[in-house]
């Protein structure tokens, strides 16, 4: 292969919604973007049975403190479950999809889960969206 076949085509950016399934409106709720980026490779390392060293990365570099956090609304609120909290959502996290594709993204792929309040005692969850765009370099 040469070396420009090895150049990417592509840039990839997720997004990321994390809505709030707790009880009286406590949690919170937020649309996640980066505006920094990370090299995976500089906190991998490669595992075999001769070599079996744990991952040494330090975390202080991985994380990242340039980021947008927009507000979103919590699904339930003191009466309960909020309808109109969820269509407020909606309004949100669609003018920022839009935003992102007039701005050459494409939307490749979406990835949602749920960990939900697991019984009377729990009163935690998080309803969680990757929303993951690919656009041309």
């Known amino acids: ?30 649309l996640i973007s980066t505006n920094e980026q990370r090299d995976y490779k500089k906190f991998t390392s490669h595992r075999t049975e001769e070599k ?7 975390r202080k570099e991985i994380r990242v403190k340039d ?12 009466g309960g479950i909020r309808f109109q909290n969820i269509a407020a959502n909606d309004a949100v996290v669609s003018s920022k999809l839009t ?6 993204w494409d939307l490749v792929f979406v990835a949602s889960a749920v ?9 935690k969850g998080i309803f969680i969206t990757r929303y993951i765009f690919k656009r041309p370099i």
């Open 67 to 78: 980021f947008e956090e927009t507000k979103l609304l919590n699904f339930y609120n003191l």
């Open 99 to 104: 935003d992102m594709i007039s701005q050459g």
């Open 115 to 123: 960990e939900s309040d697991a019984g009377s005692k729990d009163g």
């Open 1 to 30: 292969m040469k070396a420009q076949d090895a150049t990417p085509k592509y840039e990839v950016k997720v997004i990321t919604s994390v809505e709030s399934i707790v009880g009286s409106g406590l949690g919170r709720s937020r």
């Open 52 to 58: 079996n060293e744990r991952n040494k990365s330090d």
